[in-house]
């Protein structure tokens, strides 16, 4: 997986899974770049993503520094809980905009640049774009637009060389869940029921999913296209109990 010469964008790389797929991409050569409100380990871009004309300012940014886009990483997003009934129109808009619009204007604005590097598109989704956990239907809905995204951008422009996949990870070690997590008082039980829901008996990492990023980037996934890869350690696999 050299990825040397290669330019590679990361929306939300200063953290989570954000921050370890921008770690990998750079191990392998890649020269990464950021684009977030707040500054990574790499070179930034700094801008708010819910603004719809941030992406062409981050892509005309990046094509000033360094006239070319091989990879480019949808990973931004954000979730709230509530049912259908307790959030608000904002919310739900909220949603919407960064995690599928975000990324609808991040390939728009930076097709034309992918299709003369014959580039790769990895869009984070979630297995609630494929399932749903409670009280979470704005979410789970951009998440599943944006795995209907994905398809589409792999059929319209392969023709180009352009390789568009989705990720769906289940549940990772982020900071944003480990926080979740504590809310619930008694860390350890809590913790110990979501290993059980885990074929495999245990969450995964970021470092796992970036694995997978970095490959659906290389050449080495050349043929693999209009794919949404599930990385959940066997849990969307696994029957409940009657």
């Known amino acids: 997986m050299n990825l040397d010469g290669k330019v590679a964008l990361i929306t939300g790389g200063s953290s989570g899974i954000g921050k370890s797929i921008a770690t990998s991409l750079s191990s392998k050569g890649a020269r990464v770049f950021c684009a977030q409100r707040k500054p990574s380990e790499h070179e930034d871009i700094l801008e708010n993503l819910t603004d719809k004309d941030a992406p062409k300012r981050i892509i005309d940014k990046l094509i000033s520094k360094t006239g070319q886009l091989d990879i480019l990483i949808n990973n931004a997003g954000m979730m709230k809980e509530g049912k259908i009934c307790e959030i608000t129109l904002a919310e739900w808009e909220e949603h919407i905009e960064l995690n599928l619009t975000a990324p609808f204007l991040m ?102 999913v970036a694995n997978l990023v970095s490959w659906l980037a290389s050449e080495e996934a050349s043929f693999v296209t209009g794919q949404v890869w599930t990385i959940d350690g066997g849990r969307m696999a696994k029957l409940s109990l009657p």
């Open 107 to 208: 390939i728009k604005s930076s097709i034309d640049y992918l299709k003369i590097s014959s580039g790769s598109i990895v869009n984070i989704g979630s297995i609630e774009g494929l399932g749903s956990n409670p009280g979470h239907p704005a979410y789970g809905a951009s998440k599943a637009g944006l795995h209907g995204l994905t398809r589409a951008i792999a059929v319209d422009y392969g023709e180009y060389g352009v390789r568009c996949n989705a990720i769906a990870p289940g549940w990772i070690n982020t900071p944003l869940n480990n926080d979740y997590i504590k809310s619930f008082g008694d860390e350890r039980a809590f913790k110990q029921k979501l290993e059980k829901i885990h074929p495999v008996g245990r969450t995964g990492t970021p470092e796992e």
